[in-house]
């Protein structure tokens, strides 16, 4: 069973920034994808907010792109959501996830961090 924890949200006003990281106990493939997901109140699914495949590939929601940054940690378990320019759109609970490819679709993860909550204010 592969494990994944989140850290770093927080509450931060409009223009602010914050970063997460997750760090995965193991891996169950042999190349994997780490990806960001967060989900707003009253939000029915889970979006995906930033995804990095095992080559390094990235890639980033719309509403993202140009403010937040994807990246790897020297350790091969670690990712970090370097978030930049936070609006109140960006509330949510941030969630972590893994699998073999970055999927679109909650569904297609088969492990999921606790989460860690984002709060900007206006």
């Known amino acids: 069973q592969v494990q994944l924890m989140e850290s770093g949200g927080g509450s931060v006003q409009a223009g602010g920034s914050l970063r997460l990281s997750c760090t995965a106990s193991?891996?169950?493939?042999?190349?994997?994808?780490m990806t960001w997901f967060r989900q707003a109140p009253g939000q029915e699914e889970r979006e995906r907010v930033a995804?990095?495949?095992?080559?390094?590939?990235?890639e980033y929601r719309d509403s993202v792109k140009g403010r937040f940054t994807i990246s790897k940690g020297n350790a091969k378990n670690t990712v970090f959501l370097q978030m930049n320019s936070l609006t109140p759109e960006d509330t949510a609970m941030y969630y972590c996830?893994?699998?073999?490819?970055?999927?679109?679709?909650?569904?297609?993860?088969?492990?999921w961090g606790q989460g860690t909550q984002v709060t900007v204010s206006s």
């Open positions: 996830a893994s699998d073999a490819l970055c999927w679109i679709l909650p569904d297609k993860y088969n492990f």
């Open positions: 193991r891996h169950t493939y042999s190349s994997y994808s």
């Open positions: 995804c990095i495949e095992d080559n390094g590939t990235t």
